[in-house]
C-alpha cells in the first residue's frame, strides 16, 4: 500500500530546533576557547584540563571535546591519544614564515582593496578605527585588539578574492594570539595607532601601492617584535595595553 502524505507514519519535516540549539553551542564553545588562546588565558604549551574547563564554560564534555576538534584542524591545539589537548605552540621558522606570508597576503589584499572597496565599506572601517582609539584611551586592550582585527578582517573583505580570503583567515588563526601579545612597550602601541592611521589616509586616497607598502612593513614589525618576544630574558612589563 503506498503511503500519502497523510499518513501518520511517514515522518513530517519540521524545523530542527534541537539541532540548532547545538550548533549555536558548540560555535560558541569554540569562539570562547579560540579567544582564550588569542588573549594568552591558555597559553602556548598549556595542557587543557576538561573538567576545569566544563566548569568554567557551563557545558558537558560533550560539546567541549567536539570544540577540540575543530580548533586541532585549525592548528590551535594539538590532540594526543595519551596525553590528552594542550594549546599548540609555534617554533621560531613557523612564526617567521607565517607573518612573512601573511605579509605578502594583506598587502595584496590591500591592493585589490583599494580598487574595490566601497564608499559603505570605507566608512564602517574608518568608524572601527575610531572605535579601536577609544578602547586604548581607555586601557580596554581585548576591546583595542578585536576592532583593530576587524579592520585588517574588512580590508580582506573588500579585496573581494574568495581565495585571498581562504588563505588569510587560515593562517591568521594561528597569529592572533601572536599578534595580540607583540606590543607590549608604548612606543611600540603608538607605531601601531600611526600605522592603523596611514592605513586609512591609503584607503581613502585608493592608493593600492601606498596601502600594501604599510601593510607588509606592518606585519613583518610584528613579526619582528614576536620573536624577540621568543628570547629569554625578563619579561617587559604591558605599558598602557598592547597593539595588534
Same mark, same amino acid.
Given at each position: 500500500?503506498?503511503?500519502?502524505?497523510?499518513?501518520p507514519?511517514?515522518?513530517?519535516?519540521?524545523?530542527?530546533l534541537?539541532?540548532l540549539?547545538?550548533? @549555536?553551542?558548540? %560555535?560558541?564553545?569554540?569562539?570562547?576557547?579560540?579567544?582564550?588562546?588569542?588573549?594568552?588565558?591558555?597559553?602556548?604549551?598549556?595542557?587543557?584540563?576538561? $573538567?576545569?574547563?566544563?566548569?568554567?564554560l557551563?557545558?558537558?564534555?560533550?560539546?567541549?571535546? !567536539?570544540?577540540f576538534?575543530v580548533?586541532?584542524?585549525?592548528?590551535?591545539i !594539538?590532540?594526543?591519544?595519551?596525553?590528552?589537548?594542550?594549546v599548540? @605552540?609555534?617554533? !621560531?621558522?613557523?612564526?617567521?614564515?607565517a607573518?612573512?606570508?601573511?605579509?605578502?597576503l594583506?598587502?595584496?589584499?590591500? !591592493?585589490?582593496?583599494?580598487?574595490?572597496?566601497?564608499?559603505?565599506?570605507?566608512?564602517?572601517?574608518k568608524?572601527?578605527h575610531?572605535?579601536?582609539?577609544?578602547? @586604548?584611551?581607555?586601557n580596554?586592550?581585548?576591546?583595542?585588539?578585536s576592532?583593530?582585527?576587524?579592520?585588517?578582517?574588512?580590508?580582506s573583505e573588500?579585496?573581494r578574492?574568495?581565495?585571498? @580570503?581562504?588563505?588569510?583567515?587560515?593562517?591568521n $588563526?594561528?597569529?592572533?594570539?601572536?599578534?595580540?601579545?607583540?606590543?607590549q612597550?608604548?612606543?611600540?602601541?603608538?607605531?601601531?595607532?600611526?600605522?592603523?592611521e596611514a592605513?586609512?589616509?591609503?584607503l581613502e586616497a585608493?592608493d593600492?601601492?601606498?596601502?600594501?607598502t604599510?601593510?607588509?612593513?606592518?606585519?613583518?614589525?610584528?613579526? %619582528?617584535?614576536?620573536?624577540?618576544?621568543?628570547?629569554?630574558?625578563?619579561t617587559?612589563?604591558?605599558?598602557?595595553?598592547?597593539?595588534?
Amino acid at each position: 500500500m503506498q503511503k500519502t502524505t497523510d499518513d501518520p507514519a511517514e515522518p513530517v519535516a519540521g524545523p530542527l530546533l534541537p539541532r540548532l540549539e547545538r550548533q @549555536r553551542l558548540h %560555535d560558541t564553545v569554540v569562539d570562547h576557547l579560540r579567544r582564550f588562546i588569542t588573549e594568552g588565558v591558555l597559553a602556548p604549551g598549556m595542557k587543557l584540563n576538561e $573538567r576545569e574547563l566544563c566548569e568554567t564554560l557551563g557545558i558537558s564534555r560533550t560539546p567541549l571535546r !567536539e570544540a577540540f576538534k575543530v580548533l586541532a584542524a585549525e592548528n590551535l591545539i !594539538e590532540l594526543s591519544p595519551n596525553r590528552g589537548a594542550s594549546v599548540s @605552540r609555534m617554533t !621560531e621558522a613557523e612564526i617567521w614564515e607565517a607573518f612573512e606570508v601573511m605579509s605578502g597576503l594583506e598587502a595584496f589584499a590591500g !591592493e585589490l582593496a583599494c580598487e574595490r572597496i566601497t564608499p559603505a565599506e570605507l566608512a564602517q572601517i574608518k568608524a572601527l578605527h575610531y572605535a579601536m582609539l577609544a578602547c @586604548r584611551a581607555q586601557n580596554d586592550l581585548s576591546g583595542y585588539y578585536s576592532r583593530n582585527q576587524e579592520i585588517h578582517d574588512r580590508i580582506s573583505e573588500a579585496a573581494r578574492n574568495s581565495v585571498l @580570503r581562504k588563505t588569510y583567515v587560515s593562517i591568521n $588563526r594561528r597569529l592572533k594570539a601572536l599578534r595580540f601579545r607583540s606590543n607590549q612597550q608604548t612606543e611600540k602601541w603608538d607605531r601601531a595607532i600611526q600605522d592603523h592611521e596611514a592605513m586609512i589616509q591609503a584607503l581613502e586616497a585608493r592608493d593600492g601601492k601606498r596601502l600594501a607598502t604599510i601593510l607588509r612593513q606592518h606585519l613583518l614589525e610584528k613579526r %619582528d617584535a614576536v620573536l624577540q618576544q621568543q628570547k629569554p630574558g625578563p619579561t617587559p612589563q604591558l605599558a598602557a595595553g598592547a597593539a595588534a
